[in-house]
């Protein structure tokens, strides 16, 4: 029960995400740092950077406004 909960989470969540470049993975990790703790755009970029994940500010903005209406 829970795979098939995880799968259509992902399944709906890569509809949202269609067409864009970088691994679900980042963009939900991205996303959740963002949400779940108080850290600025650009201070997720340098988290991320320190991780050996280049992403601009700006997309981080871009992912959450599209994956946080759908979760």
Sequence with gaps: MLDFRQSLINSILRKVLKRLHYP?????????????YPLSLRNIEEMMQERGVFVDHSNVHRWAIKVLPSL
Excluded: D, G, I, K
């Design 24 to 36: 679900l993975e980042v963009m939900l990790t991205c996303v959740r740092w963002y949400v779940a």
